[in-house]
């Protein structure tokens, strides 16, 4: 139960970080008035950014975890 609970704490944490930072990023990218509408690649960026950062923060969370448990 300890491990489960760690991985959750840190994947709440890691993924809370990565949104706030991508979020930054992709505001400071952001284009007002941008008439590409379709063929924006920010668009794709807007999509894809939430899957890949809990990608990443289920990775870190679990490594975490993993090396939190053998101590």
């Known amino acids: 139960m300890k491990g489960y609970i760690t991985f959750i704490l840190t994947f709440l944490v890691a993924y ?3 949104e ?3 979020g930054l990023l992709l ?3 952001y284009t007002a008035g941008s008439s590409t509408y379709p063929t924006d690649p920010s668009l794709f960026a807007q999509e894809v950014v939430p899957i890949v950062l ?3 923060s289920a990775s870190v969370a679990y490594f975490v975890s993993k090396n939190f ?3």
């Open 16 to 18: 809370g970080v990565l």
């Open 20 to 22: 706030l930072v991508s």
């Open 27 to 29: 505001t400071l990218s």
């Open 54 to 56: 809990m990608v990443i």
């Open 69 to 71: 448990g053998k101590q």
